[in-house]
């Protein structure tokens, strides 16, 4: 029997769960001073499209019989994703804005040295920096996490409903719904 349930309720949990590792992986990156280390940061890409994946298939599983559309899966993928990104954004904001006051600093330094290794002149280094800085703040790097992780979560969901969809059989689902009429 389909438990009826919005999928905003449904996919909370996988949403919450997604965000806590997402925390928890933060920390570690920040404990062991690894924040900007690229390769660390792609390996959680990784790790966010198997949440994905999971939450998808637990939603799919436990509320909707096993079977479950390409647009259902995608919103599934999408509010997903939109939870994670408010935890991520709201931890975001109290790391750089409470926590490490100087992470920007260490941030802003990374950008400027990459920018110097790739030959750019130094005047547009300066302007480039200047833009950095006012961009580099706790809240609006909080507000792109939100936009930028809905983004990028419906690319991945995209992908992920390919393999998570399962469409009943018509018959036998209309069957089941006119059994469940008459009890």
Known sequence: MENKVSPWKANLNAGIILGLIGIIWTLALWFLDQTTNRTLGWIFWIVLI???????????????????????????????????????????????????TNLTDKMLALTEEQLVERGMAEGMIEQSMAIQRKIMTPLVMSISGILGGVFFGTLLSLIISLFTKREGNPLIDEAIAEEEENQ
């Open 50 to 100: 198997v949440g994905i994946f999971l939450g998808i298939k637990s939603y799919r599983d436990k509320y909707l019989n096993g079977f479950i559309t390409y647009g259902q899966s995608l919103g599934a993928g999408v509010i997903i994703m939109l939870y994670y990104s408010i935890i991520a954004a709201i931890f975001t904001y109290i790391l750089y804005k409470f926590i490490d």
